[in-house]
């Protein structure tokens, strides 16, 4: 057997890699200060990250579960391979020619890890499939392909290969490279019979199935002949290296553009995750022979860097019809584990992805992702469907069904605008609804709404504000209530105010000044802006500004302008404030948009309702020109 790997040897992997870049195959990482990044820890579930990498030491750390070490222990936990795999991996990644103590060039074939004997195993079954694509046999695989729009640098992008029809063509080509029956039955490239193992995949196309950093690691295969009396889409089974659970296929490739644009499209097949990334949509995924879970959505959300800071959103493209509904209540009843926001993107014919894009072209695909609903709006419409709303019996029904579903809304600050429209979709008192949805909070309340009870603001810190009563008696101002930064929407305000105190220029670039005075949900919040304007916006800021907005704030909240003014922001730069502030004003005004359609939309069936006609025609008017004003600031 060979040795000990040299030390000089690890030591030279050690200084040659790069342990940003192995982290950043699995982590979004982001900056986080002076020489540090940070991301979400994949060694255990969070919602802020806690998780950092110092590139220039070589390490990292997470300070929510104590994991720490080298880019050698990060793929020892990560991946499960050995000190020794990790060493030879990183070596060959890195042009280091590994020696061993034995005077060895390197393990023999026997003695790899039995982890890179099965990830070999299935790189050369992927490169046997795509060969066998251009085969004859494999007509009627490129006619599939074809039929559905696929040309062959499309193939070639995805992999998409093509099992023989054969018994053990695979099974031979593996034997011929080396590998014996027993890694191949492991790896779920064959199954085992009577008479020995036979090939699994067997005269259909195969999509290779590939972990984060590209390497496969199972294979999806499609029916094809006539003959075959197997399930239309047939999965490698679970293995050492694959399961399904955790698995999205495309992620791969759309990796790095879900970090960019901080979106992930979740669609239901391989076919619509190529025709939407070749339709400008390069940020879809598809799970593999199961639906979307609970273990899907750590793995989406590192890469999507999906924290308060900076929340980003998930897309799911399910069907119109009863599976989709249900399954859209089932990723409903996730959405609480995402900071992300979470839209359904439904097509109204029920084509799919492959087929929209088949029948009306790639601009079609990217519009039915930018037409997204909100995934609570879906769940609540869907849940409607169920009843008759023309009896009053069907009414009561729904509004039981549906008002958990509006108290399960993880912003807060929608529940009393989607309450509104709730009561509009059903033709019933807003008034009458908001009380159900507050009833059905208080008897099962969401793990969002879990809140500890928040401590006043300034009572925290010491600090207590005095005013007058009607004697002129001193008495303490009331405290305002510590913003409870769990909530995605005070997290984002704290960001903006953040920015404001800490970078005026870019933030009165991001029209911080055009923000309404109930643009801040938190009272806290609220009492910062107002000091801010106090002072004429951001745009009026000059030297010592943030000390400014402190002595012009109410006392009550000048400790937290204080800590505002010094917390550290998730982006560097004036581009990365810049960015971040147009981002947080976007999302204040689009909320603000959202409460004055609701305004809008109850007013308007008050009018029309009472028979006022024309009243309620002009008040629909308004309704259609904000929500085409609103849909405008989503495509900015």
Not at 14 to 36: C, F, K, N, Q, Y
Not at 379 to 395: F, H, K, N, V
């Amino acid at each position: 057997m060979a040795g000990r790997i040299r030390r000089e040897d690890i030591d030279a992997v050690r200084e040659r890699t790069r342990i940003d870049e192995v982290v950043g195959e699995h982590v979004t990482l982001r900056p986080a200060g002076v020489g540090s990044l940070k991301g979400l820890c994949p060694f255990h579930d969070e919602r802020s990250p806690s998780f950092h990498v110092r590139p220039q030491v070589g390490r990292y750390h997470c300070f929510g579960c104590g994991e720490g070490g080298d880019a050698f222990e990060f793929l020892q936990k990560v991946d499960g391979v050995t000190f020794s795999e990790a060493v030879e991996r990183l070596a060959a990644a890195t042009g280091v020619q590994l020696r061993y103590e034995d005077g060895g060039a390197g393990p023999r074939k026997e003695d790899v890890g039995r982890r890179q004997r099965l990830l070999d195993a299935h790189a050369v079954a992927a490169q046997f499939y795509a060969e066998q694509l251009a085969s004859p046999a494999a007509q009627v695989g490129r006619d599939f392909l074809s039929g559905r729009g696929f040309d062959r640098p499309a193939a070639e992008q995805f992999g998409v290969g093509f099992a023989p029809p054969g018994w053990d063509a695979l099974t031979n080509h593996l034997r011929g490279r080396g590998f014996d029956a027993d890694e191949m039955a492991t790896g779920g490239l064959v199954s085992r019979g009577q008479r020995g193992v036979y090939d699994r995949f067997r005269g259909r196309l195969v999509w290779p199935i590939r972990d984060v950093t590209g390497a496969p690691i199972g294979f999806g295969a499609r029916r094809l002949l006539e003959e075959d009396s197997g399930p239309k889409y047939l999965n490698t089974p679970e293995t050492p290296l694959y399961r399904k659970s955790t698995v999205l296929y495309g992620l791969d490739l759309a990796k790095r553009e879900i970090a960019r644009r901080r979106q992930v499209v979740v669609v239901e097949g391989y076919t619509d995750v190529m025709a939407c990334h070749l339709s400008g949509v390069p940020t879809a995924v598809a799970t593999c022979g199961t639906a979307f879970g609970a273990d899907h959505i750590p793995v989406v959300r590192r890469l999507l860097g999906d924290d308060s800071a900076a929340a980003g959103e998930v897309v799911f493209t399910f069907d119109g019809d009863e599976a989709g509904q249900q399954a859209a209540m089932r990723a409903f009843a996730e959405d609480q584990r995402f900071v992300a926001r979470t839209f359904v993107a439904v097509e109204p014919g029920g084509l799919d992805p492959c087929d929209l894009r088949l029948q009306q072209g790639p601009a079609a695909v990217e519009a039915l992702v930018s037409g997204r609903t909100p995934l609570f709006e879906f769940a609540i419409r869907s849940t409607l469907r169920r009843y008759d709303l023309d009896s009053a019996e069907g009414r009561v029904a729904a509004l039981r069904a549906a008002a958990p579903v509006v108290a399960g809304i993880r912003d807060t600050t929608l529940r009393p605008e989607y309450a509104r429209r709730l009561g509009g979709w059903l033709g019933m008192d807003v008034e009458g609804v908001r009380r159900a949805v507050h009833a059905a909070g208080r008897a099962g309340p969401s793990t969002a709404q879990m809140r500890r009870p928040a401590q006043a603001y300034g009572t925290a810190t010491g600090t207590t504000a005095w005013t007058g009563d009607a004697t002129g008696t001193a008495q303490p101002a009331p405290p305002l209530p510590a913003p409870d930064l769990r909530d995605p929407v005070v997290a984002a305000e704290r960001q903006l105010l953040q920015a404001v105190l800490q970078h005026p220029e870019q933030a009165a670039a991001a029209e911080f000044d055009a923000l309404p005075t109930d643009g801040f949900t938190a009272p806290a919040h609220r009492a910062v802006h107002e000091a801010v304007r106090a002072l004429g916006g951001a745009g009026a800021a000059g030297p010592g500004w943030a000390e400014q907005v402190r002595e012009t704030a109410a006392e009550p909240v000048r400790p937290l302008v204080g800590e505002l003014a010094v917390a550290g922001l998730p982006v560097a730069g004036a581009d990365g404030v810049a960015g971040l502030a147009t981002w947080l004003v976007r999302g204040v005004l689009e909320r603000g948009l959202v409460r004055q359609e609701a305004d809008l939309r109850g007013r308007a069936q008050r009018l029309e309702a009472s028979g006022d006609a024309e009243g309620a025609s002009a008040a629909y008017g308004d309704l259609y020109a904000l929500a085409a004003r609103r849909k405008r600031l989503a495509e900015t």
